[in-house]
């Protein structure tokens, strides 16, 4: 059987790089020919959970074409989050949790997907249903995966499966999960030794909303002042960027992981802010407005941002 | 919980339907408020399963949205081959084997393909994933399914997986799947009491092919030069048909199932006669062409028609 690569979204978190893992690990028991790789190098918090489980980094893509013909991907389905020559190679098997947008294949394919707080959710299931033992290791980078997606399993995303996951996947990892939990989100909060560019840069997706190209980046602190210190800078990077790349909007989530609030800084035009302020039916002040409660990307921003740029 | 809607694609085969009745049992069982309905009559094929088992055909529905906000597909995911209005519904399951193709959805949701001859060989994975017991009339009319899809395994999309499942309902729905399946098939093989308007009209789907809109429907026979003696009335009608609704071209397979060969009748402009002929590297000679071994449309007729339509 070719080999083929197994890889979560660009710019990966701890879900993207450690579900390719355990997916590669799953499949090669299966009896395919697999490895995981990612699209961007790993962040703090993931370097931490890799290094906790003994993992070393996956090696970083980008391109695929000119290694296989065929790959499987993990936590992410819309090609623009994909490898560059997405469409240059088959996609074989996708698992995810996210909806499905502009995916289109020649051909029938294998495709899980869930609406659960994360893919290793549904890793865990599969490795379940297909009775395939899971290493300690292996279980401790889900473990991260579904902390990390879920923070901590305070996200609005979460679901009584993501509960029963965290719960069986710490036994087998052997670690207390909320404690090696919140040691793991505060290592991907140390933002003083990173420039604007590249926090704003670390975990972002573009959307395709309605002809609009819309860009929501978050990171995650556990000092909220600290981080508005650097406002104007933040502001300055993501209006680069967005002329750069062609953003119709950037949007950036700054998420307290203790008290599970965020601050927004929005830059675009006037159209795109007022499809923001609509969205969330705040408004913004000096391009920034508090979004109390909000800390999923997936289920509190991007569907109420989907419906005031259709409207 | 709101009650949802569950169905295969328009033109329903024995798959659409019966694959439709087990997932509604299956999510039943879990806690879900749904029921199997159709999107047309049921054929003489799945009508002789449906009785043999004990069913009465589902309910047909034209429209979704005057009943229920949500509804789960099985045996399709293209939105011209759902109910019309499905873009007014929210998709909260699919389970299918076919490729993905222009389903798009705002919300995560539950989705589960494989490249499998049958949905209901998914069905039979998910009941025993879940540890439900399967009922002798599910099982007998999931079988009936998997038969009608892959011809008696005889189809070259059939696979181990639905070989399996074969042994495995025929087991719990007590028959010879062997003995019955051809008596079933049979059953959808009496063409002679139907007009052409409803042959070409009975298992037929639409696909957008690089902008064409192509056609192709397929009827089961026992006796081919009996279906041939009425080919200028088949012509007639397919050309009618086009007119009608605008297909750029529209094909017919005429499947023996006996000897597994089939005929095709083909209108349409000369470029997409064209495009056919490149697509099956042969010529029609008066609309008319041998397809010897041709008898999946899914797996032998749209990806060679695919790839000829985007050269």
């Known amino acids: 059987m070719a080999k083929e ?53 996956p090696r970083v893509i980008k391109t695929a074409s000119n290694e296989v013909d065929a790959v499987m991907l ?20 996708v698992v995810d949790h996210h909806r499905i947008m502009n995916f289109n294949t020649a ?30 290791d292996i279980a401790g980078i889900m473990l991260s995966a579904i902390i990390s ?32 939990g919140l040691k793991m989100l505060k290592a991907g909060t140390n933002i003083a030794d990173k420039s604007e560019e590249d926090l704003i840069d670390l975990d972002a997706k573009s959307f395709e909303l309605n002809g609009s190209n819309v860009r929501v980046a978050q990171i995650n602190v556990v000092d909220l002042p ?8 933040f502001l300055k990077a993501m209006d680069e960027a967005s002329k750069r790349e062609g953003y119709d909007m950037f949007m950036l989530l700054i998420t307290n992981i203790l008290d599970s609030d965020s601050e927004a ?12 302020e609509k969205a969330f039916n705040a408004k913004l002040s000096d391009s920034e407005v508090k979004l109390p409660g909000v800390v999923s990307r997936k289920k509190q921003v991007v569907p109420p941002l989907t419906n005031a740029f259709e409207a």
Chains 1, 2 share one sequence.
Not at 27 to 33: A, F, I, P, T, V
Not at 108 to 136: D, F, H
């Open 5 to 57: 690569l197994i890889f979560g979204h660009q710019n990966p978190d701890t879900d993207a790089i450690g579900t390719a893992i355990a997916y590669s690990y799953l499949q090669n028991k299966l009896g395919y020919d697999t490895e995981a790789v990612a699209l961007g190098e790993a962040n703090d918090e993931t370097k931490y959970a890799l290094n906790k489980f003994g993992f070393t980094a």
């Open 74 to 93: 993990v936590d992410h389905n819309e090609p623009q989050q994909s490898v560059s020559d997405i469409d240059k190679v088959k996609v074989t098997h």
């Open 107 to 136: 051909d029938p394919l294998y495709y899980r997907a869930a609406p659960v707080g994360c893919t290793s959710t549904i890793m865990w299931q599969m490795y379940n249903e297909k009775e395939i033992e899971i290493p300690q």
């Open 149 to 180: 997606d879920t923070l901590l399993l305070k996200s609005p995303t979460t679901t009584d499966q993501d509960k029963e996951a965290v719960v069986s996947l710490a036994n087998i990892a052997g670690v207390d999960y909320k404690e090696y």
């Open 226 to 233: 600290e981080a508005l210190e650097r406002k104007d800078a």
């Open 265 to 276: 800084l929005v830059v675009g035009s006037d159209e795109s802010k007022a499809k923001f």
